[in-house]
């Protein structure tokens, strides 16, 4: 089998060669090829060195990444893995260095780059900059934050159920429930959109397997969506706690450090850093290491470590990766699971002699309860590690979905996505049993908003009304719940939320400001902190919310007519330039989405600042077990990341229209 790469009508590259080594350095060069740019940008970002040449915005990532040590934690990670997976993962480094010297992008002319070579590690580096977030330790700042400037009595009512900064839907549908008697597996992950995409469409075809699915630029292989054609797996975010922060105290003794542990004052790793800016001066930095991990936060009255499992264990679980590839049962993909360690991912996975598989896979360490909540001292033998929890996992019996809620991750985390997804989904699935591939575009793009109630529901008991607040109300509690983009109720009930969030967080504006790091202020504010938390906020006995409802709905009132939803609720991608999205010669296209973020057509904006959509669908599938061929993808832009080329955006009317594309 000769190396070679056939693309489909979309450009999505359809790679084959002789052996797994040779495929895999192969699946390096096409994707050097196809998402230049985005592969030194990923580099740069694990190594902490945009601010070079974003200029000084990008400093504090650049300063996090040095001090939170992501580089040498790649390396250690890639040091300690078995000589084959080294060398597997080593070859796709080689695939891409011999591709990226070569490789075009307009990014590269706009910033005077020039492509680096990549280290064996830098592939562990990207997965790392892609989940370092992923488990939430900025809510255990806020959290602490609430405490210290409300009290401790107000930490429930902020510890609620709220997006993160990544999510899924996925459902399993056993052969009972299909036309076809084999099982369908589909869903969508979650992000922030970017441009090029966060996923990559790509099949990988050698003697030893055919594997299609969405890999991650600069990672090789396929780790969370994939069809091997006798079996298809799929995850969502488990929302698993699994990073601790501890406050730290630190004495200088000369030129070194000591930080004060459990056992008492021992010493801690130190050396500077200069960060180069871009347009500025340079930022000498202190990187600082304790026996709980590094350094993150180094205020006046505050220094705080992070420590999670790939810095403890010296794994991320890229051994698992060419082990699914060759799986060829649920079983074979369960037992590699064992040792996958980070992000921890609730998982579905199928296959054509009935195996069925809804299990967690990672690693997510026992201790203290506090951990998961706040800050701890790190001097206190209370709050250490104890060894890893059992992942749990269910027996699949009827169709199951995934919604970043509670359920079957429920032991491992404290904040959950909103519930409303996941019973959606449910919902839709227990409808019928005769369900096939093509149907699930239909559950995809479900527009209903079940967290509407936490806002309706108060307005029958406004008392004393005038006429237009109340026709408002009347048209409120009137409609479908369906977040359409041609809907103007929905647009009016966004901005009743708006405005309920606005006068909540005016009500809490002693948070405003928290005295964090600047990379973590937009996931620390106070609106979108409040939006997170608005049903809890709305339930709450601590609140008087009556009259802020009633105010919004005044205030919406007076403001009739509304134009559709989707005139203001427009896709936003996102890139390190502020690229736009089209080129000065091409027609763009009208990026109006329906959806919202608790929707199982999940578009996220923050509400109370912008109805622009950050979050949503970074790809969309739908694996069918009685017929690969049948199986369907679709992505937010294109197969390249070069713009102005043919497949830069061109699925991107598909996927704003909730359709997909055949995988063949």
């Keep these: 089998m000769n190396p070679q790469v056939h693309r489909d009508a979309y450009g999505v590259p359809h790679v084959q060669a002789g052996d797994p080594l040779s495929l895999v350095r192969l699946q390096g060069a096409t994707t050097a090829h196809d998402r230049a740019w985005q592969l030194e940008y990923a580099r740069h970002q694990f190594n902490g060195t945009t601010a070079a040449f974003l200029g000084p915005d990008a400093v504090p990532w650049d300063t996090f990444a040095r001090q939170a040590r992501l580089a040498d934690t790649a390396r250690q990670c890639f040091e300690a893995l078995d000589s084959s997976t080294a060398e597997w993962v080593t070859a796709y480094v080689d695939g891409v260095n011999s591709a990226l010297p070569s490789a075009e992008a307009p990014e590269f002319v706009e910033t005077g780059l020039t492509p680096g070579e990549w280290e064996p590690w830098t592939p562990l580096g990207i997965w790392l900059v892609l989940h370092v977030l992923f488990a939430g330790f900025p809510g255990k700042l806020w959290r602490t934050h609430v405490a210290e400037r409300l009290g401790e009595e107000y930490l429930e009512l902020f510890t609620a159920e709220g997006p993160t900064a990544s999510g899924s839907n996925g459902w399993l549908i056993p052969g009972s429930s299909t036309s076809t008697g084999q099982p ?36 090789p292989g396929l780790a969370h969506f994939a069809h091997t054609g006798k079996v298809a797996w799929a995850i969502t975010n488990s929302a698993a706690d699994y990073q601790d922060l501890y406050a730290e105290q630190l004495r200088r003794t000369g030129s070194s450090v000591e930080a004060l542990g459990p056992s008492g004052w021992a010493p801690a790793a130190l050396h500077t850093e200069v960060v180069e800016v871009a347009g500025a001066d340079a930022v000498t930095i202190e990187v600082i290491e304790t026996e709980r991990g590094p350094i993150i936060v180094d205020r006046a009255d505050q220094t705080i470590s992070l420590r999670h499992p790939p810095r403890v264990l010296h794994r991320l679980g890229f051994e698992v990766i ?20 980070e992000p921890v991912n609730v998982v579905m996975a199928a296959d054509t002699d009935g195996g069925l598989l809804h299990r967690v896979a990672g690693a997510v360490p026992r201790r203290h309860q506090a951990n998961m909540l706040r800050v701890v001292p790190a001097w206190e033998a209370a709050y250490a590690w104890d060894g890893w929890l059992p992942m749990p996992s269910e027996e699949v019996i009827g169709p199951i979905s995934m919604g970043n809620a509670r359920e079957i ?87 009743l939320r708006k405005a309920v969030i606005v006068r909540l967080a005016d009500h809490f504006n002693t948070l405003e400001k928290p005295d964090w790091p600047e ?59 502020r690229t736009p999205l089209f080129t000065q010669t091409e027609d763009p296209i009208d990026l109006a989405l329906s959806g919202d973020r608790d929707c199982v057509w999940s578009t996220t904006s923050i509400p109370g600042c912008t109805d622009l959509c950050l979050q949503a669908s970074a790809a969309r599938y739908a694996w069918d077990l009685a017929d690969r061929d049948a199986s369907s993808w679709v992505v937010p832009l294109g197969a390249s990341g070069i713009q102005g080329t043919p497949h830069h955006h061109d699925q991107l009317a598909l996927w704003l229209a909730g359709k997909l594309i055949p995988v063949v």
């Design 519 to 577: 990379l973590f202020a937009p996931l620390l504010d106070v609106h979108t902190r409040t939006t997170y938390a608005l049903e809890n906020l709305l339930a709450s006995t601590v609140l008087d919310v009556l009259p802020i409802v009633r105010a919004g709905l005044e205030e919406v009132a007076a403001a009739k007519p509304r134009s559709p939803w989707g005139e203001t609720h427009q896709l936003t991608p996102l890139h390190p330039l």
């Design 184 to 219: 369908i597996i589909a869903g969508d992950p979650h992000r922030y959109v970017e441009h090029p995409g966060v996923y990559q469409q790509i099949r990988l075809t050698c003697p030893e397997y055919d594997v299609l699915g969405l890999a991650v630029p600069g990672v």
């Design 322 to 341: 060419p082990r699914l590839l060759q799986a060829t049962s649920v079983a074979e993909v369960d037992a590699a699971l064992e040792d996958w360690v």
């Design 409 to 495: 991750a429920a032991p491992l985390g404290v904040e959950f996505a909103p519930p409303h997804r996941t019973r959606r989904i449910r919902e839709l699935l227990l409808q019928r049993s005769d369900w096939s591939v093509d149907q699930m575009p239909a559950i995809h793009t479900d527009t209903y908003l079940g967290s509407v109630g936490s806002i309706l529901d108060l307005l029958p008991g406004l008392l004393g009304l005038s006429a237009e607040p109340v026709a408002l109300r009347n048209e409120l509690l009137a409609w479908d719940r369906r977040m359409d983009a041609t809907s103007t109720t929905a647009s009016t009930y966004v901005a």
